[in-house]
């Protein structure tokens, strides 16, 4: 933040609005690419992506790349403030408590990690709408067990069936770990990129155009794809799985049992099923996030 920043409570409600606006716009730029993903990670039936692409849109129609977007459009944009105001309160924690202690005002890379990190784990108590948005991506009118016809059809069932914490929390545990490592990544990324264009320039974070926004957004995403991809693997094979109560028609039993059997089945490369299109969509889809917030952020701040 600048000197000139406003007092943190109005700061706050700046924070978490100019995060709605960039989880909205992160929706709506990167939705195919990660129905897409979820697809590849969930199921054996495509060959790779352009397959998935194809098959997709002839079996769906274009609307099938964009199915279960209301949930995310509305819970996104939530995790996204979500995020950004616990990053932001982290960032101003680190800073009064590094100046108190005569370490002047800049945050080393640990301190920006763990306010990334922070924004991670505040996102994952809302975690459920992901599990719910998997869900919708992979659900069939062939599998009755696991076919919704919406988001609250599906709310409605997984909790009539599992309960809360066992259903729509299922995969809670992996959830928390892949938010605390990928978003410590995401920021730390992010943040670096713009201290250190900060530095180079000699100039404000409020004078880094858009552009450079996008660009340290887009570097930003690779961080934290790149370092917790594997994770994310493992989440999604956990929460397309049968309900906790529907153990006849399981896969996985656990965090440890599905590791071992990805390894086992697919070696390692089992872990990185989906990457292709999820480093495509990153650049567009965090860029324009970061953007977004960046220049809501100005707006508001003008």
Known sequence: MDSTSPAPSAQVYKDLFAGTIG??????SGQPFDIIKVRLQSSNEYKGMSDAAVQIYRKEGFLGFYKGTSLPLIGIGACVSIQFGC????KRAFKERNIANGNGHQLSLGQLYLSGAAAGVGNSIISGKSHIRIRLQTSS????????????????????????????YCGQLITVAREFHGYGMYFLGYEWL???????????????????AMLYGAGAGYSM????????????????????????????????DCVQKI????????????????????????????AAFETTMRMLNA
């Open 194 to 212: 713009v201290e250190r264009h900060i530095k180079l320039k000699d100039c404000s974070r409020s004078e880094i155009g858009t552009g450079w």
């Open 225 to 256: 794809w790149l370092s917790s991809y594997p994770l994310d693997q493992i989440k999604t094979r956990i929460q397309t799985d049968g309900l906790p109560s529907q153990k006849a028609s399981r896969k996985y039993f656990g965090i440890v």
């Open 23 to 28: 989880g909205i716009t992160q929706v709506l």
């Open 87 to 90: 990053l932001e309160a982290s």
């Open 141 to 168: 009118s062939a599998n009755q067990l696991n076919h919704f016809v919406g988001p609250a059809d599906a709310l409605k069932k997984i909790i009539r069936s599992d309960g809360i914490l066992r259903g729509l």
């Open 263 to 290: 390894y086992a089945r697919e070696g390692c490369r089992g872990f990185l099923r989906g990457l292709t299109p999820t480093l495509i969509r990153s650049p567009l889809v965090n860029g324009a996030t970061f």
